[in-house]
């Protein structure tokens, strides 16, 4: 018996430790990816130059219903300064999407990632997850879960990306 709870416990830590290294990191350059979205096709290139602030979420997840309204308020705040959101679902179905989206409505801009392959790329592992790209391509912050103290850091970080011209 305890040599069962012994061998359990150490799958467990190989599997978190396998999916916590194959998260991308900070100063790491952000994967490229070309997804189809609600204006069109969704190519990160097209937005070098700017600080991007790119955000995974899903119809099911309840953080991300909170999520929304305060990207749409930093989109509108800091757009004029170089700054874009674009955040990608994970819906399989695009129905489920829409109607989120309905119910929470995007400011910015909104992706369909629904094979998952963009996720997998970033190595999500909870959802929502967010990641700051400065205006050279990489990765300067990470954000898993949505709170009211992510929000305020990200925030800090956002502004001295914008000022760094």
Do not use: H
């Not at 359990?8 to 194959?22: G, K, Q």
């Not at 998260?23 to 994967?31: F, G, I, T």
């Not at 991300?64 to 308020?73: T, V």
């Amino acid at each position: 018996m305890i040599k069962r709870a012994v061998s359990a416990i150490a799958m467990v830590s190989l599997l978190f430790l396998s999916c916590y290294t194959s998260a991308v990191l900070a100063n790491e350059k952000a994967p490229r990816f070309r997804l189809p979205g609600t204006t069109g096709v969704i190519d990160l290139a097209n937005y070098r130059g700017k600080v991007v602030y790119v955000d995974f979420w899903a119809s099911w997840c309840l953080p991300c219903r909170k999520s929304f309204p305060w990207m749409n308020m930093i989109q509108a705040r800091y757009k004029e300064r170089g700054f874009e959101v674009i955040a990608i679902t994970l819906d399989e179905s695009p129905n489920d999407a829409t109607a989120f989206l309905r119910k929470y409505p995007a400011a910015f801009t909104v992706a369909f990632d629904r094979k998952g392959k963009v996720a997998e790329a970033f190595g999500l592992r909870v959802m929502p997850t967010s990641y700051l790209i400065d205006k050279e391509g990489y990765i300067v912050e990470t954000a898993e879960g949505f709170s009211k103290k992510q929000k305020k850091r990200l925030e800090t970080v956002i502004e001295k990306l914008l000022d760094n011209q």
